[in-house]
Structure formats: C-alpha cells, structure tokens
C-alpha cells in the first residue's frame, strides 16, 4: 500500500497526515530510520513463583492482550492489576477499581472475581466480591458489580446482592445449557459447604437452592470441616469443580474436584465427588488453594491460579502469595495440576506472550498531534479523525502505541503484530508546557517527524470520544454534585451509574486542555473564583476563565494527573476520601500521591 502526508511517508504502516480531509499534498518519500541493530526484549520469558506476597484469593483473565489480576484487599476497595505479560503482575500498579462507604458493607473485602457474561445490554464483566460489617466477620456476603463496556477495569455500577441477609462467600458463575447458576459457599452448623442455585440474571438468584458439596472426607477436615471456593473448569464438554478442602488456616489446605456426570446441576445425583484431592502441599509450598483458571495468550495452554504460603505456620493472612503454573489433562480427561513448583524455580511464561498478536486493548483512544494540522497516523486510517491510538502502559514506565487495526508501534516507524520487545515499547517524556514526546525503550532515541516548517518532536495527546474520569483511590467518577449540569455546581465524585453529569469531553486549546461535560459543552471545570488558594473547589463554570485550563500529566503507570495552567495546583481527593458526594479541589502537587491520580475510561 502506498503512503501519503503532508511531504511525508514513511515505513510500511506509518505515515504524517492532514488532520482535515480536504488538505492534500504532493507525495514525496523519506527514508525511514535504521531500526536498532539488536532489539532486547523487554521482559524475560520466564518468571518465579510468588509473583507478589499479600495475594490470597486470586482470580486473573487475560483479555485483549493483557492478564487482569485481583487478590483479596482486606480493605472497603477492590484492586486491580493488569499487564502483557504474567511476571508483569509482580510490579504493576494496583487501582482500586471501586470503593464502598457503607457501613454495613464496607470492609473486609474478599476472593474477588470477574466474569464476561451475556448481561441485559450485551457482554459485560461481572465482578463479584465478598464484603461485610466492618466490627466483624458475620456479615459477609456476596456482591455485583457491572462494568459499562468491556474494560475490566470498569468503570463499575453496583447491580445488587444475590443473599444479603445471609452469610455467604466466594461466589462463582456456572453457564450451563442455556442457563446460569451461582455457586458459593457458607456454613450450616460445623460444616461450610459448597452450594449451587440457578439465576435469572448475574446478580439475583431464582428458584431453589442446593448442596453441591459437603466436607465428608478426612482430608477436607483439617482443622475444620469446610468446602469453599468452587471455581468451574470445562474441557471437551465435561464440567468440572475444583473446590478448596479444609481450614485455610492450617498447611492443608488443598483442592478437591467435582464432575457434573448429568445434565442437571441442580439435581444431587448429576454430581461426583472424586475421593482423592488434586492439589496440596508439598515441602516448601503449603495451603495451596482458592485457586482460578486463565488460558495462555495463544490460547494453546491451560493454567492454574492459587495462593499458598511458605511456612506451615502461616494461615488465613496476609502471607499467602500468589502463584500460577501450567497444567494438563490425563488420557482420562481429568486434570492434573501436579505439585506446586516451589519458590524460585523458573518457571516458562505463558505461551505466545511474545507474539506474534494482534492486540486490541482496553482503554480510550488518543490523538496525537504534531500541530493544528497534522497528526501521527497510520496505513488506511484515513487521516487524524480515524488515526486514533490505546496508550497501554506496559512495564518500567513504558507505553506501547497500538493502532485501531491492533498493530504496535515499532522502533523503525512501522507497526506490526506484538512481539514483547522493547523496540514496540515507548516512554513519554514532557516537552514544554502541554507537550510530550516520545522516546523508544530499544533505541533510546526520541521520536522526531518531518512536518510543515521543519522537524517536529513534540507531540500533543488528546482524548478521542466521551470519557469518564475515574479516581485511582476510590474508584469513584467525575460527577456534578446533584447531576446538574449548570454553572456553580461544585464537582463531586461518585460511583459510576451512567448519568450524563459522568460525561466529559476534551479540548485542546495553546495554553492546554479544556474539560466540559459532554451534554453540556458550553461549561468547563475549573477552580472556584478563578483562586489561587490550596482546597478551592472544582466547580462548572465559563470556558473563558482563567481556572478553566488544565494540563495532562501522563504518569509511568497510566494515569494522569490535571493541573491547573493557573494556579499550578493539581486536581486532588481530600483526605484520600472514598466516600461518594467528595468535593474535588485543588491542591499542590505531590510526587506519587494516588490521591491526585485518574484514570480515563470508556463509557462503554
């Protein structure tokens, strides 16, 4: 395919155009920059067990290039972590992707888990999570949360309890023919038992429930009798459950299997319990269990999640670790998880974490722009309204570029499949007042373009499209206070529902950006009075203030942090609060504080 721009093309993918159509030019070649004699990778092809301490309780999917991991917080937040690559989890930034305030429901947050379900409004990612009174253990129950598109990292809407008058925990979902059910766990008298009981939709239980499992042999009895974390495995059109046997506090800790052999999951006699466990300690790893299951990017391989700790002494705290390693099926079709790979011994990466792949990652797209009139762009795109690209953080700080087409940015200049190599890796760098530029982890050399009036290095981000701002503290959104949209309103954050007050696009001016709420876009935020005052509230108001522009600061973890042109303060979270209704304000800036960190995100 031949490229054309603004007195420029380049590479076989990548190309400078006009950000309006109807500018046109003359075609004139440019040769491309030498790619970097040797191209490192950017992560090693092999991790080590445990990938982080205080991890108990993990569920991880990897979805449109990136592993998505949660562990149990012990807090009134829910945590998530994602990466390219599995040993990137050891390291990558934790966001609280929701919060509660709720008295009743506020803490102990446990196991949670994320699903993508056929939902009301098409595919959703359903996260379910335990919670309970924050005095004590004897509230916990199970929780719903809906994502509003396909980014596991929401932003979220809570949907509702399937059992909150009762003690449950370590909910699950199992589609079966057509149908969905719930399995979870809780205690009739000295046993916790597994249990099983259809749904109509995926937060709200219809019909009877069941027993699905009950800790009736020696080795499920350790320390006390329980069953609990019932996770489903499906292979060649068996149905398995793989469940967690006896006390999490004592080093056997294991896991056992269930076989759904009829076609009703509800009916008792469609269950077998094998009278072996599949999974338990060994010397040097003890308690493995609460395991989950993910698939290898190439989709070729099969692999265990779990938690497990170091010491027999260890137990239910905050020392389990997480840990993840391959597994296969017998000639049988039964599992076989073998033992767990003890600390330190190098373990092979998921297969195809080095591509080739086409990736399609989460998250909202960017402009990015040379000028007012041209952009950097890509084959086919059809100029800088559809030249649009995913900022992905990866690992150490580095971003990859990936284009609508799922291709990456390369070190040479053109784009091709994902390769895991430092040479598709790029950092971003200030540049001036508003602008950036871009550096490559290979080459270490900063991207610079021929453009009208010379050589242009500095580039300008923008946000494409309706966005939400999400707080990486609280997992709270952008919102108007009452979801008036009119001048004078203070800004607030609240919990994402959807409403039009959560909307906000983006302007691009000289001095910097201009955020204004989408159904409104004759207001823009900005600092109360136009102050200069530490703790001044956001506020909707005129686009012409003083107070009205913002700078992005795009930090080495994905978020970004707004300050004002103004007053050089920064878009803040008082107290680090978490409930909904805060007021945002303005504050000086401080190195790392979360508190003072967004994320955008997609509406849906």
């Known amino acids: 395919m031949k490229l054309t721009s603004l007195g420029w093309a380049i590479g076989l993918a990548l190309s400078l155009q ?52 949660t562990t149990t917080t012990w807090t009134s ?23 509660e305030t709720n008295p009743k429901s506020c803490c102990n947050f446990w196991a949670f888990e994320f699903h993508r379900l056929q939902g009301p409004s098409g595919p959703r990612w359903y996260l379910m999570y335990t919670s309970g ?25 809570y949907k509702g309890s399937p059992m909150p008058d009762s003690w449950n925990i370590d909910g699950n979902y199992l589609a079966h023919n057509g149908k969905l059910y719930l399995l979870w766990s809780e205690w009739v008298g000295d046993e916790q038992l597994n249990w099983i009981s259809e749904m109509s939709n995926p937060w709200t239980l219809t019909g009877d429930r069941m027993v699905l499992s009950r800790p009736e042999l020696p080795w499920e009895q350790s320390g006390r009798k329980v069953n609990e974390g019932p996770e489903v495995l499906k292979h060649q059109g068996r149905t398995f459950v793989v469940y967690s046997a006896s006390f999490c ?8 299997v269930l076989e759904l052999t009829g076609d009703n999951p509800m009916s008792p006699a469609a269950w077998r319990k094998y009278d072996q466990p599949f999974f338990e300690r060994t010397d040097g790893v003890y308690g493995p269990g609460h395991n989950g299951f993910f698939t290898s990017p190439d989709g070729t391989e099969r ?10 002494t260890d137990g239910c705290g905050a020392s389990r670790s997480v840990r993840a390693q391959p597994f296969s099926f017998d000639d049988s079709g039964l599992p076989q998880f073998g033992k767990p790979v003890p600390e330190g011994r190098a373990v092979t990466a998921p297969s195809g974490e080095n591509g080739p792949l086409v990736v399609r990652p989460e998250g909202i797209r960017w402009a990015l722009r040379l000028n007012d009139t041209e952009c950097l762009t890509y084959s086919g795109a059809g100029g800088c309204d559809q030249s649009h690209w995913v900022l992905d953080p990866t690992t150490a700080g580095r ?13 040479d200049l053109t784009t091709g499949p994902w390769l895991n190599s430092a040479a598709q890796q ?50 709270k959104v952008l919102s108007s206070s009452g979801c008036e949209l009119k001048a004078g309103v203070t800004l607030t954050q609240r919990s994402w529902d959807g409403s039009a007050c959560q909307l906000w696009l983006w302007q691009n001016t000289e001095q910097g950006m201009l955020l204004k709420p989408a159904q409104a876009p004759e207001l823009c935020a900005q600092v109360h009075a136009n102050s200069l005052s530490a703790g001044a509230e956001l506020v909707l108001g005129s686009c012409e203030a003083k107070a009205a522009v913002w700078t992005m600061q795009h930090q080495s973890n994905g978020a ?45």
């Open 18 to 69: 006009a950000c309006t159509p109807a500018q046109q030019a003359t075609e004139t070649a440019a040769a491309a920059p030498e790619p970097a004699a040797s191209v490192p990778e950017a992560s090693s092809q092999q991790f080590t067990n445990p990938l982080f301490v205080n991890g108990a309780d993990p569920w991880l999917e990897y979805w449109n290039g990136n592993y998505y991991l």
């Open 77 to 99: 937040q829910l945590v998530m972590r994602k990466s390219p690559t599995l040993a990137g989890l050891a390291t990558a930034t934790p966001v609280n992707v929701w919060s």
């Open 133 to 157: 009174k924050q005095e004590n253990l004897d509230g916990q129950h199970l929780s719903v949360l809906e994502s509003a598109g396909d980014d596991p990292m929401g932003p979220y809407s």
């Open 249 to 256: 506090d004592t080093p056997d800790y294991k896991l056992g």
């Open 303 to 312: 692999w265990l999640v779990y938690h497990g700790n170091n010491k027999e």
């Open 399 to 411: 971003y990859r570029l990936v284009s609508e087409e799922g291709l990456v940015l390369n070190a």
């Open 426 to 475: 790029w950092q971003l760098l200030p540049a001036g007042t508003t602008g950036w530029q871009l550096e490559n982890s290979a080459t270490q050399q900063k991207l610079s373009l021929p453009c009208q009036g010379g050589q242009c290095a500095e580039l300008r981000l923008l946000p494409q499209g309706v966005t939400v701002l999400s707080s990486r503290q609280s997992g």
């Open 560 to 604: 970004v942090v707004l300050q004002s042109v103004h007053s050089q303060q920064v878009l803040d979270l008082p107290s680090c609060a978490l409930a909904g209704d805060t007021v945002l304000r303005q504050a000086p800036a401080e190195a790392d504080r979360l508190c003072q960190q967004f994320y955008l995100r997609e509406p849906d």
